[in-house]
C-alpha cells in the first residue's frame, strides 16, 4: 500500500519523516497481520520500537530540536 508523505523540506527534517513513515506503515501492519504473519508483526513491533526512540538505530538523537 502508498501513503503519500508530506514533503520534507529541511535537510534536518529527512530522519523525522522517514521515522514518521516507518512508524505509520508499523502501525498498520501489526494488527492486520497478526495472525498471519508473526514475523513479519515482530519486525513491525522492533520498527515501532524503534521510531519512538530518539536513541535508536534509527536516529541518535541528533535531529532532536530545542
Known sequence: MWLPMRRC????DTW???RG???S???IYAPQN???NPAGVE?????I???TDARGPIGNGSD???
Open 9 to 12: 523540506v529541511v535537510p534536518g
Open 16 to 18: 523525522i519523516c522517514g
Open 21 to 23: 513513515w516507518a512508524l
Open 25 to 27: 506503515w508499523a502501525v
Open 34 to 36: 497478526r495472525l498471519t
Open 43 to 47: 519486525i513491525a513491533m522492533r520498527t
Open 49 to 51: 520500537t524503534q521510531a
Open 64 to 66: 532532536q530540536r530545542g
